[in-house]
């Protein structure tokens, strides 16, 4: 059914095309052979090729053929000469060829056409049409043009024809309107090109050939838009325009070289880089020169036919190295096109040669439109790629993510049990021989637990998971919880450990605290493992810097260094390098790595200088909004000492009833014992169905459910909650308990309804927290 749909569907889409291609196909024989149909005005127009006399400078006559090229005489003048004979005001009209004009009736000047006294710089006038005007009392008396120019178009005569103006006009757009569409349509898709590069280049992080071909045919379209005699038309001053005839075509090589270079992914980009180079070259050169008069644009419009020789030749070489190799099948489109834009330059060669009066554009116009049109080709290709990759990889991401969300819950879960169990031996045992193995156990446990966090806040930065959230928090305070949290590792291993803050710094920020937290507790801890004696410094300092202030931590120690060599791979995920690699270091190796990516997430910089034996200092800059500008004051621990260990021994005085609904009974009996010592009673529900006939009977305070249960797993029962009548239960906070740290963020439980979440293992101080929140 999917198929015949598609099938439907693109039979749809070709049937539109085609009444499009219909249309524009009548419209255009209809203007190419059917009867003119407007009737305001006189497009009165004729050929005026016949009867024309050159004029030597000794006096002497020739009779010429127009159109025709001839060789000028020594003062780079071409006199040509032809008796009038009209019966209404006209003008004769012709092709400047980029010389200028001077046109006598009887011996008085009547037109003249010169840009010398407007053009910036440059020896040429630009070619354009003219209009001298004749009159019927002129009639009897000679016309006589002078072309004056000394340029490879001196002595060329194209065609001359006498009408009306609007008649001129109309057969000057008559002649270049199969020209002009296609230049437009040249410059709009080689725009369209180049904006889809830009934004490939941006959504998937590579530059397709397309976004270089663009860039060629707009070159290739700037140029057919500038010879043409149209510019006189649509710009006031068109010798400026007619540079860009010049420049488009001395650009043309710069672009199509990358554009092969993007092409051959870079194999060759030794040799077009030359060829660049030499081109960018010339056309600085080309343009300084311009500006001191030294020469003409024109003049120097050799090397950039050099400069496509040569990146042509290079290409050629490089298809048949390409061939032999078997690396072409990806490129066919390319290649296709490219081919046809060279055949349809040699065909506009051959038809200049054999009619070097003219310049006709449309031969090379169709073999660069058939060329760009095969980029779109290989593009769509190149996309559709790009998307299946990209769905690949999202998918792997998908699977990742769903195992580390269940190593997640089937590594905390054992751990929760193992350090809740514990817990209970340190505080209960009088026996110091089993306190002594209970501690042994409980630094084993957090050490286990350490490790599985750092491989899942990896995991969770990598999968764009962590959120830097802003908050209004106390300077003193974040400093305080760090070094509460590293103090009793520095004290274990007999360190000293200095806290150096500026007593000047805001009392009040606005951040992320909890990850400024985690990014200085990781640096300290690196301190403390890589420090066998001496001590550690732990620096907060700060600048104003554009209104906000740059919150300058340092973290230094007297440990074992860094080789300067060393310190770029530092930040690399799993890897230890120089001395902490040959070190007996417990750990994953990964705390560097997520430091760096949590500051750089946070828009800060980190930065390491160290010296091997002597020590390590890591300095990170991150920018903080001031919410107060009274100062923080000398950096003290105050009376509690640590705050988050002493609100453990704080008199806990909440009363209420809990329920637990958890599948490990271990957790139920963990969960009960952390509260044994409170005024709040815990029930249990061992599964989601059990959970169901308490909620129904009695009313909590709080309900604590596990997310993943076999049968009805947390989601499951929240849902059938809502549809329970008159539940007791139906405005009790529900708290998600989760050993999921991959994806257990507060506003995805939120969103399902859930009040809040906890982590496994549970933490009694975050235990005791929640129930503060919600029960008083």
């Not at 407007?118 to 630009?126: A, T, V």
């Not at 103006?165 to 199969?178: D, P, S, V």
């Not at 991959?742 to 982590?759: C, K, N, P």
């Not at 101080?765 to 008083?776: A, D, F, G, P």
Request: negative net charge; hydrophobic residues 45%; charged residues 20%.
């Amino acid at each position: 059914m999917k198929r015949t749909s598609l099938f439907i569907y693109e039979i749809v889409l070709v049937a539109g095309v085609l009444i499009y291609v219909f249309i524009i196909g009548l419209l255009i024989w209809g203007e190419s052979y059917l009867k003119e149909e407007r009737t305001y005005t006189s497009f009165e127009l004729e050929s005026y090729d016949d009867g024309w006399y050159r004029i030597y400078s000794d006096g002497t006559k020739e009779a010429i053929d127009i159109p025709g090229q001839y060789q000028p005489e020594s003062s780079h003048e071409f006199v040509i000469e032809k008796e009038i004979n009209v019966d209404v005001p006209l003008f004769v009209s012709f092709d400047s060829a980029k010389q200028d004009i001077n046109a006598f009736v009887n011996g008085e000047l009547r037109y003249s056409y010169s840009t010398k006294d407007s053009r910036l710089f440059g020896d040429n006038s630009p070619g354009a049409l003219m209009f001298i005007p004749v009159y019927p009392e002129d009639n009897g008396q000679n016309l006589q043009i002078v072309f004056i120019g000394d340029n490879n178009y001196s002595g060329v005569l194209g065609d001359i024809c006498i009408g009306t103006q609007l008649g001129i006009t109309k057969n000057l757009f008559a002649k270049e309107k199969y020209a002009l569409i296609l230049t437009s349509m040249l410059l709009i898709l080689g725009f369209i090109a180049f904006v889809i590069g830009l934004v490939v280049r941006a959504t998937y992080g590579r530059t397709m050939p397309l976004f270089y071909a663009g860039w060629v045919v707009m070159c290739a379209g700037l140029w057919s838009l500038a010879e043409s005699n149209i510019r006189q038309f649509i710009a006031p001053n068109f010798s400026l325009l007619s540079y860009m005839t010049y420049l488009s075509l001395m650009m043309l090589p710069f672009a199509t070289a990358f554009y092969f270079d993007r092409l051959q992914e870079g194999r060759y980009r030794i040799f077009y880089l030359i060829v660049s180079v030499l081109d960018v070259f010339c056309g600085y050169i080309a343009i300084m020169l311009q500006f001191f008069n030294d020469t003409d644009l024109i003049n120097v419009l050799i090397f950039a036919f050099i400069a496509i020789v040569l990146t042509m030749l290079i290409f050629t070489i490089s298809i048949v190295i390409d061939f032999i190799q078997g690396r072409l099948k990806n490129n066919w489109a390319d290649l296709v096109g490219v081919a046809g834009a060279l055949v349809a330059g040699f065909a506009q060669i051959l038809s200049y040669n054999s009619r070097p009066t003219t310049v006709d554009r449309g031969i090379l116009l169709c073999g660069l439109l058939f060329f760009i049109v095969m980029s779109y080709i290989r593009a769509l290709t190149d996309v559709r790629t790009m998307e299946r990759d990209m769905y690949a990889a999202v998918k792997a991401q998908d699977a990742s993510t769903a195992f580390l969300t269940r190593m997640s819950h089937e590594m905390r879960t054992p751990i929760n049990a193992i350090l809740g169990m514990n817990k209970m031996i340190l505080r209960e045992s009088r026996e110091d021989n089993i306190l002594d193995y209970a501690r042994d156990v409980n630094s084993a446990g957090n050490y286990l637990l350490g490790i599985v966090n750092e491989v899942l806040d990896l995991a969770k930065v990598n999968a764009g998971k962590i959120v830097i959230e802003e908050e209004e928090y106390e300077l003193m305070d974040m400093v305080r919880e760090c070094y509460a949290l590293v103090r009793p590792r520095a004290k274990a291993s007999r360190l000293s450990f200095e806290v150096d803050m500026s007593d000047v710094l805001p009392e009040k920020l606005k951040g992320d605290k909890e990850h400024i937290i985690q990014v200085v507790t990781n640096l300290l801890t690196n301190a403390v493992k890589y420090t066998p004696e001496g001590r550690i410094t732990l620096s907060v300092q700060g600048k104003i810097s554009e209104g906000k202030l740059l919150l300058i931590i340092t973290v230094s120690d007297t440990g074992i260094g860094v080789a300067e060599e060393s310190i770029p791979f530092l930040f690399d995920s799993f890897k230890r390098v120089g001395e902490f690699a040959q070190s007996k270091i417990e750990g994953t190796g990964l705390g560097l790595t997520i430091t760096k990516q949590l500051v750089d997430l946070m828009h800060g910089q980190i930065s390491v200088e160290s010296e091997l034996g002597k020590g390590t200092s890591f300095t990170v800059v991150i920018p903080q909004e001031i919410c107060s500008v009274e100062p923080c004051g000398t950096f003290s621990m105050g009376p509690n000492g640590d705050r988050r260990v002493a609100d453990r021994h704080e008199v806990f005085d909440v009363i209420g009833a809990i329920l637990v609904v958890d599948d490990v009974a271990i957790n139920l009996r963990v969960f009960t014992m952390l509260l044994n010592d409170t005024d709040v009673t815990v029930d249990t529900a061992i599964s989601g169905a059990e959970a169901i006939e308490k909620i129904k009977r009695t009313k909590y305070d709080i309900i604590f459910i596990d997310h993943l249960m076999p049968g009805m797993d947390g989601l499951q029962l929240k849902e059938i909650m809502d549809t329970i009548e008159n539940n007791p239960n139906k405005d009790t906070p529900l708290i998600m308990q989760t050993a999921n740290a991959v994806v257990g963020a507060r506003e995805e439980y939120e969103s399902f309804g859930f009040s809040d979440y906890i982590e496994k293992p549970i933490k009694e101080e975050e235990l005791k927290k929640l129930l503060r929140k919600y029960m008083i």
